[in-house]
């Protein structure tokens, strides 16, 4: 029998048995398609040395009116802004205390300092700075104690810290550190730290989907959740929202030395919400918009402080600070009706979607005396978290609960091959931590998400929407922003900002278990047994030709709930013409693997993309 090309359709396909999909691709690993072929992803590299604190779940690029780049990067702990290699803190400040308010208390040959301030409100891992403090006595000088420190413990009136030297180095309390700092030392708190893991005994995902208190806010506090953030621009500054927090602005004007403030105590402001789920500037009409705003009380002087989790309040058009609605402006609210909170919400073209627990809703402006209509696109389109939805070059995408969907004016299911694979292993209870990404460069959109045995962020799953297939793998970010006013996406993992399609490797290291597998395939049905002798390999090598290499694997078993059997590996170079083999079976699965620098050489940089393979394949007998 001559030689047979051995060419996949492109995606991955997991719907049916690996048998029932011949000439397809089954499973993969850091794999996407290009042009019909599959090849290795891109590598990445940190783009700053220096770590952040706390997981990153936010991105957001902007230019100065300067032409200065700017990135603000939001943690579970901090907002802070990214200018060159630097990270400037600006996470706003909740509380200063009046001088002598704060005093410390030492034990001798402990690093542990009991800080006692009455009704401090802090939480776990918060950040406070000291400043007007004397020296304990002993180790513990003035300089050790008048700098930012991290909250290891709390009680109702006190909390502990560690001493640290000012450059970071444990310090350890003698018998001379008797001392209380004196009475002139000033806390300065930054607002209070959220979770890193979605909780889900408060608030929404307490028990299952349609039973019980499940989207609930009993008990959701500021603190006691997975700690999100939105942000934009107004103009040049940024107005950034923590979920269910405080508005904040942050004034470019006054430099990366300051920190953003609360906006509702910015001077002229007016019934400013003084909380949000997210906030958004609208494009053409600027006006500020709040999702989950507090409303005005009943006497109309105030805002009440608590979230009404379907309220939309947005401000007078060019002026943040005016929310009071009136005859003379346009700022005013609008309550949504199909659901039970606001998850998330994304700007289109000419509108903004907004997504609650079970329906969408489009809202545009509209003008006086109204300002924005909203419409109700559809129910039962729910969004599984506040970041799974994204626009792409050809529409609106997101996650929900059991399917993905697109919007392109009206909603659709959107065809998955993988929906099962991913939808069956998957921790829904953490959908607040899911989240949606574009890879324009390589027509992708996708989403990270946690498998069922994971509580943090372990696998994504890729839609090429030029060519229709989808690819997945293992690989734990947190946050996402592709390529716009800079030459690489970016994206978090640990506590890391990274640049992705950079390369090939794992960050300087070799990127290991790339591969991906066909189907089975056969001769006549698998009638007849099938004999493999030779293969011609055809790969394009990306990156380094010299040094490039992969393995490909024949698998074969003889009926489709036998398990496979490894009949042959073989190395793969650029120069490699042919390869010999011997394998035998009613079907046959093809498996190309790379594990970059397996050999320890100190070859690095290998991508390579399949080509048109050809297999040596005839009929054999039965013995």
């Known amino acids: 029998m001559p030689l047979q090309k051995a060419v996949f359709r492109p995606g991955?396909?997991?719907?049916?048995?690996?048998?029932?999909?011949?000439?397809?691709?089954?499973?993969?690993?850091?794999?996407?398609?290009?042009?019909?072929?599959?090849?290795?992803?891109?590598?990445?590299?940190?783009?700053?040395?220096?770590?952040?604190?706390?997981?990153?779940?936010?991105?957001?690029?902007?230019?100065?009116?300067?032409?200065?780049?700017?990135?603000?990067?939001?943690?579970?702990?901090?907002?802070?802004?990214?200018?060159?290699?630097?990270?400037?803190?600006?996470?706003?400040?909740?509380?200063?205390?009046?001088?002598?308010?704060v005093t410390f208390a030492a034990s001798n040959g402990s690093s542990t300092i009991t800080v006692t301030d009455t009704a401090h409100g802090a939480v776990q891992n918060d950040f406070?700075?000291?400043?007007?403090?004397?020296?304990?006595?002993?180790?513990?000088?003035?300089?050790?104690?008048?700098?930012?420190?991290?909250?290891?413990?709390?009680?109702?009136?006190?909390?502990?810290?560690?001493?640290?030297?000012?450059?970071?180095?444990?310090?350890?309390?003698?018998?001379?550190?008797?001392?209380?700092?004196?009475?002139?030392?000033?806390?300065?708190?930054?607002?209070?730290?959220?979770?890193?893991?979605?909780?889900?005994?408060?608030?929404?995902?307490?028990?299952?989907?349609?039973a019980g208190p499940y989207g609930s806010l009993t008990g959701l506090t500021f603190t006691n959740q997975l700690r999100l953030w939105t942000a934009d621009n107004y103009g040049e500054d940024l107005i950034i929202n923590p979920r269910n927090g405080s508005i904040f602005y942050w004034d470019a004007s006054n430099g990366l030395s300051t920190r953003a403030v609360q906006l509702s105590t910015k001077s002229g402001a007016n019934l400013v919400p003084t909380v949000g789920l997210q906030t958004l500037v609208s494009e053409t009409d600027r006006h500020v918009i709040v999702l989950g705003a507090d409303p005005i009380n009943d006497a109309g002087t105030a805002r009440t402080g608590t979230s009404d989790p379907m309220l939309i309040a947005f401000s007078d058009q060019e002026n943040e600070l005016e929310f009071e609605p009136l005859v003379t402006n346009t700022a005013g609210s609008l309550r949504l009706s199909e659901g039970s909170i606001i998850v998330g919400s994304q700007k289109a073209r000419q509108e903004i979607l907004i997504w609650t627990d079970t329906a969408l809703y489009s809202m545009s402006f509209i003008g006086p005396p109204f300002t924005f209509g909203v419409n109700l696109i559809n129910k039962n389109t729910g969004l599984i978290g506040p970041n799974a939805a994204i626009v792409g070059p050809n529409g609106v995408y997101w996650m929900g609960y059991d399917s993905f969907y697109t919007y392109t004016g009206s909603v659709a299911k959107l065809p998955c091959s993988v929906k099962n694979y991913v939808f069956n292993d998957m921790n829904i209870t953490q959908g607040f931590q899911f989240f949606a990404f574009t890879n324009n460069e390589f027509n992708e959109v996708g989403w990270f998400y946690c498998s069922s045995s994971s509580t943090s962020i372990d696998r994504y799953v890729v839609y090429n929407y030029v060519e229709n297939a989808w690819s997945y793998g293992n690989l734990s970010r947190t946050a996402w922003l592709d390529r716009n006013i800079v030459n690489y996406p970016r994206a978090t993992g640990g506590n890391y900002l990274y640049e992705h399609e950079f390369g090939f490797d794992d960050d300087g290291s070799p990127m290991t278990n790339v591969f991906i597998e066909s189907s089975d395939f056969d001769i006549g049905d698998g009638e007849t047994f099938s004999f493999i002798k030779r293969i011609i390999p055809d790969f394009k090598f990306l990156e380094d030709q010299n040094n490039g290499s992969v393995n490909m694997v024949l698998k074969t078993r003889n009926f489709p709930g036998q398990s496979l059997s490894t009949d042959t590996t073989q190395a793969i170079q650029a120069t490699t013409t042919q390869k010999h083999v011997r394998a035998r079976g009613r079907q046959a699965v093809l498996r190309i693997e790379s594990d970059d620098d397996a050999t320890n050489d100190g070859n690095l940089q290998i991508g390579w993309r399949l080509g048109a393979t050809r297999i040596d394949i005839k009929q054999d007998g039965t013995r």
């Open 128 to 210: 406070v700075t000291f400043s007007g403090a004397v020296s304990l006595g002993g180790n513990i000088s003035a300089d050790a104690l008048n700098q930012e420190y991290q909250i290891v413990s709390v009680t109702t009136n006190t909390y502990t810290i560690s001493a640290k030297d000012t450059d970071g180095s444990t310090l350890t309390a003698n018998a001379s550190d008797t001392g209380n700092g004196g009475s002139s030392v000033v806390g300065t708190y930054q607002i209070n730290v959220g979770l890193e893991v979605y909780s889900p005994s408060t608030g929404w995902g307490v028990g299952t989907w349609g």
């Open 12 to 101: 991955i396909y997991r719907e049916g048995t690996d048998y029932d999909n011949e000439g397809g691709w089954f499973d993969c690993n850091r794999i996407r398609f290009n042009s019909g072929r599959p090849e290795k992803i891109g590598g990445w590299r940190k783009e700053v040395a220096t770590a952040i604190e706390g997981t990153g779940r936010h991105l957001h690029s902007f230019v100065l009116l300067d032409g200065t780049q700017e990135l603000g990067l939001g943690t579970t702990q901090k907002y802070y802004i990214l200018q060159g290699s630097t990270y400037s803190d600006i996470t706003p400040i909740r509380r200063t205390t009046s001088a002598g308010m």
